[in-house]
């Protein structure tokens, strides 16, 4: 059994993540890079679009859950997904390939149609659902072979929670070859060819995941009329309806629910959905203010900017295993937590990480526009600022020791604490958390953009060099650090499903 485990808990999910992460990161990373430049759109309104966009990424995981732990079973979702990704990833790279063969001049893009346009989202928003399906089940699935096989071992709960520090280590090292690897691709070789990478990569992880088929040990979908009076009784605590016989049987059958444990999940659910509207810059705003910089390395290799998220992925490969093998062990003989600590714990931590990450970007903003104005380049937004791409790296660093323990430790804890039969939905609950802070960041972003512009240059102009970055990434700082404050009053006060938690 422990050698299944390994290679089914740790290996077969590990490489199919990785090459899935590997493919859908070549299209997110560098996207605010294709809207502003093959598709000519705005640099407010590319970071609000990618923003969108990212936070139906993140809202999907809602549908594929519940159609997983309803109908489909996590298996048949995470081949849907399969599915999915290579006909939208097929899609992307046709209207780039289609755009591409269009005439035009060297110094202007291709002209985009509305048709062709709308054909670019239709296909992006089809990837994000292939995500909705995929990310939820397939990591559900790998933590359901402890689930299912644990037996009431005490060890399972320390089992469950290295599984997910190592499968975040897995698609970390996706998230940092696509950014460096296939980002490149885009920016040297063409769209045509990075897409068309990225639907290779996908064709590859489906066909892994395939080959694993008869080895997992796959829970069933809930049946759909006991999955409707779990819902019902699930609402019913909520809203504290207790007059409904048969669903107070439910709960009878269920008493790991609990009162009103939708309320009590609501709190963490907030303080998950500011910090990651605060971490969403990585992709949008850190993006476009590297590509400002001097990128140039050695003899003459420029840095793709997007490639600079590496350091986010590297810095998470580099923490976990320090975290999983050196910290838990040291923080289990102090605290007795089989753990090391509870996930709210690293969850608070990583979101004071956050906090100072935004507060460094604004530092570095602000020399950046001290270098611009020395050396005469408010006007010149087209030349490269004679300032290293070096000094962003430690916003990155710091970002990904933030997402190291916050992103790990929020779906541990909406994994574990949801009814068994319903995980999947549980994990897309702390994903749908991160979309809609990818929305509030978007929509951020926007009011930003309005309410700036009235005064003069906006804060967040296509004109980096006279924008105010700087400002804007204070004020992310003073909500993260308010969102802390917020997230340690109610996590104090939370009583874990476990009592093994509580500590």
Request: glycine residues 8%; hydrophobic residues 50%; contains cysteine.
């Given at each position: 059994?422990?050698?299944?485990?390994?290679?089914?808990?740790?290996?077969?999910?590990?490489?199919?993540?990785?090459?899935?992460?590997?493919?859908?990161?070549?299209?997110?990373?560098?996207?605010?890079?294709?809207?502003?430049?093959?598709?000519?759109?705005?640099?407010?309104?590319?970071?609000?679009?990618?923003?969108?966009?990212?936070?139906?990424?993140?809202?999907?995981?809602?549908?594929?859950?519940?159609?997983?732990?309803?109908?489909?079973?996590?298996?048949?979702?995470?081949?849907?997904?399969?599915?999915?990704?290579?006909?939208?990833?097929?899609?992307?790279?046709?209207?780039?390939?289609?755009?591409?063969?269009?005439?035009?001049?060297?110094?202007?893009?291709?002209?985009?149609?509305?048709?062709?346009?709308?054909?670019?989202?239709?296909?992006?928003?089809?990837?994000?659902?292939?995500?909705?399906?995929?990310?939820?089940?397939?990591?559900?699935?790998?933590?359901?072979?402890?689930?299912?096989?644990?037996?009431?071992?005490?060890?399972?709960?320390?089992?469950r929670s290295s599984y997910f520090n190592w499968f975040h280590f897995s698609i970390s090292w996706g998230y940092a070859t696509s950014t460096t690897a296939l980002s490149y691709v885009e920016d040297n070789a063409g769209w045509t060819a990075g897409f068309g990478a990225?639907?290779?990569?996908?064709?590859?992880?489906?066909?892994?995941?395939?080959?694993?088929?008869?080895?997992?040990?796959?829970?069933?979908?809930?049946?759909?009329?006991?999955?409707?009076?779990?819902?019902?009784?699930?609402?019913?605590?909520?809203?504290?309806?207790?007059?409904?016989?048969?669903?107070?049987?439910?709960?009878?059958?269920?008493?790991?629910?609990?009162?009103?444990?939708?309320?009590?999940?609501?709190?963490?659910?907030?303080?998950?959905?500011?910090?990651?509207?605060?971490?969403?810059?990585?992709?949008?705003?850190?993006t476009k203010q590297g590509s400002t910089l001097d990128r140039r390395l050695g003899t003459g290799l420029v840095v793709p900017p997007a490639a600079l998220q590496c350091l986010v992925s590297f810095t998470f490969i580099a923490m976990l295993p320090v975290y999983d093998?050196?910290?838990?062990?040291?923080?289990?003989?102090?605290?007795?937590?089989?753990?090391?600590?509870?996930?709210?714990?690293?969850?608070?931590?990583?979101?004071?990480?956050?906090?100072?990450?935004?507060?460094?970007?604004?530092?570095?903003?602000?020399?950046?526009?001290?270098?611009?104005?020395?050396?005469?380049?408010?006007?010149?937004?087209?030349?490269?600022?004679?300032?290293?791409?070096?000094?962003?790296?430690?916003?990155?660093?710091?970002?990904?020791?933030?997402?190291?323990?916050?992103?790990?430790?929020?779906?541990?804890?909406?994994?574990?604490?949801?009814?068994?039969?319903?995980?999947?939905?549980?994990?897309?609950?702390?994903?749908?958390?991160?979309?809609?802070?990818?929305?509030?960041?978007?929509?951020?972003?926007?009011?930003?953009?309005?309410?700036?512009?009235?005064?003069?240059?906006?804060?967040?102009?296509?004109?980096?060099?006279?924008?105010?970055?700087?400002?804007?990434?204070?004020?992310?700082?003073?909500?993260?650090?308010?969102?802390?404050?917020?997230?340690?009053?109610?996590?104090?006060?939370?009583?874990?499903?476990?009592?093994?938690?509580?500590?």
């Open positions: 059994m422990q050698n299944y485990l390994n290679c089914g808990c740790y290996y077969c999910p590990a490489v199919v993540a990785f090459l899935e992460r590997l493919g859908f990161y070549g299209v997110q990373g560098n996207l605010i890079m294709y809207l502003t430049g093959p598709l000519g759109m705005p640099t407010a309104a590319a970071a609000a679009g990618v923003n969108a966009w990212a936070g139906t990424v993140q809202v999907l995981p809602l549908v594929g859950a519940l159609a997983a732990d309803s109908r489909l079973g996590r298996y048949r979702a995470v081949l849907a997904a399969g599915v999915l990704y290579l006909l939208s990833l097929g899609m992307l790279t046709a209207s780039s390939a289609l755009q591409a063969a269009q005439p035009h001049s060297a110094s202007s893009p291709p002209s985009t149609s509305p048709a062709h346009l709308t054909f670019i989202y239709v296909a992006l928003y089809l990837l994000a659902l292939a995500q909705g399906f995929h990310r939820p089940c397939a990591e559900a699935l790998g933590a359901d072979q402890f689930a299912l096989s644990d037996g009431g071992d005490p060890s399972s709960p320390a089992s990225c639907w290779a990569v996908m064709v590859l992880s489906l066909a892994v995941f395939l080959l694993g088929a008869r080895t997992y040990r796959a829970e069933e979908p809930v049946d759909g009329s006991r999955f409707v009076e779990t819902v019902r009784a699930w609402a019913a605590r909520f809203f504290h309806r207790k007059d409904a016989a048969g669903t107070e049987r439910l709960l009878d059958r269920q008493p790991e629910e609990g009162e009103g444990v939708v309320l009590k999940l609501l709190p963490i659910w907030l303080g998950a959905m500011v910090y990651a509207a605060v971490t969403s810059q990585v992709y949008t705003l850190f093998r050196v910290f838990v062990p040291l923080a289990r003989r102090v605290t007795g937590h089989p753990a090391g600590v509870t996930t709210l714990q690293r969850i608070g931590a990583g979101m004071a990480m956050s906090c100072a990450a935004m507060a460094v970007a604004a530092l570095v903003e602000g020399r950046r526009l001290r270098v611009v104005t020395a050396a005469g380049l408010v006007d010149r937004p087209d030349v490269a600022v004679p300032m290293s791409l070096w000094w962003v790296a430690p916003q990155y660093v710091l970002m990904g020791l933030a997402m190291a323990l916050a992103d790990v430790g929020l779906e541990e804890f909406f994994y574990d604490q949801v009814p068994d039969a319903v995980r999947s939905i549980g994990l897309a609950l702390c994903l749908s958390a991160m979309g809609a802070g990818s929305y509030s960041s978007g929509m951020l972003v926007s009011a930003v953009d309005w309410a700036t512009r009235g005064s003069g240059e906006s804060w967040i102009s296509d004109n980096l060099n006279r924008a105010h970055l700087d400002y804007f990434y204070w004020l992310l700082a003073g909500l993260a650090a308010l969102d802390v404050a917020v997230f340690l009053y109610f996590s104090k006060r939370f009583v874990y499903r476990s009592k093994g938690e509580q500590r």
